[in-house]
């Protein structure tokens, strides 16, 4: 689905058309590891997964350009060993289907760049695509373009039938400081994330979303949902 002019949302990834580049947010590597420690025993399914769904959307589109926005790892203070094994992994197998990967530092990326040197890789704040801004999200950015596309809230409804309910993926889009702001999921699949109706948001960029428009993602499909305020809780 088209959620902008030349820009669809594709499974939870955004594709710019005309930059032939394939957005993702927020992939959180080593969550399953950081969850033993805890000792929350989970099984390790999450690259697998990952793989699959990227596997799913490359079948769709032909990248020359993939932007990993920020928190590719989850671990903020340490690399650990599940980290070290499915991001250069990961890496291997984006850079043999695309040859351009760019890393954005997220917030939980602040030791990324050993990894990223591992493969020749840059790491970069933000990325500029001539009316197109990428940042993370989790700060404000000063930028002239016309469109800012970020992360880092891992947004999400919950959907409510009687006393059933259930969370789904979500894109927002809507306006900040006069500039169109999309917002992209998690692409974690372990994690549906926050709920934007009801939970505090983080990001700096959102703190009124109620005029943005919500876009849900299930099993493959959009679903154009209208504004978050006329959304019943």
């Known amino acids: 689905m088209e959620i902008a002019p030349g820009i ?10 005309k930059e032939k580049t394939l957005i993702i947010n ?5 969550y399953e590891e950081a969850l033993h420690k805890k000792g929350v025993l989970v099984p390790k399914q999450q690259y697998g997964l990952v793989i699959k769904e990227l ?17 590719l790892k989850h671990e903020f203070g340490t690399v650990s060993r599940q980290e070290w094994r499915d991001v250069l992994d990961l890496l291997d197998f984006l850079l ?12 939980h990326d602040p030791i990324i760049k050993p990894l990223a040197e591992k493969k020749n890789l840059q790491v970069v704040s933000e990325l500029n695509l001539g009316k197109i801004l990428i940042a993370h999200g989790d700060e404000l950015v000063e930028t002239s373009a016309k469109t800012i596309i970020i992360g880092h809230e891992h947004t999400a409804i919950t959907i409510r039938e ?5 969370k789904f993926k979500c894109f927002l889009k809507g306006r900040w400081r006069k500039k169109e702001l999309i917002v992209v999921p998690s692409f974690n699949p372990l994690l549906e994330g926050t709920d934007v109706l009801q939970e505090k948001l983080l990001s700096p960029f959102l703190e009124n979303i109620s005029t943005f428009n919500v876009y849900v993602i299930s099993k493959g499909e959009v679903f154009e949902f209208g504004k978050v305020k006329n959304i019943k809780t």
């Open 8 to 17: 669809d949302i594709i499974g939870p990834s955004l594709w710019l058309r």
């Open 26 to 30: 927020d992939l959180h590597l080593g």
């Open 55 to 71: 596997k799913e959307i490359l079948a769709k589109v032909q990248p020359q350009r993939i932007v990993i926005n920020g928190d």
């Open 96 to 107: 043999k289907k695309c040859p351009e990967v760019i890393l954005i530092q997220g917030n």
């Open 162 to 166: 009687g006393s059933k309910f259930e």
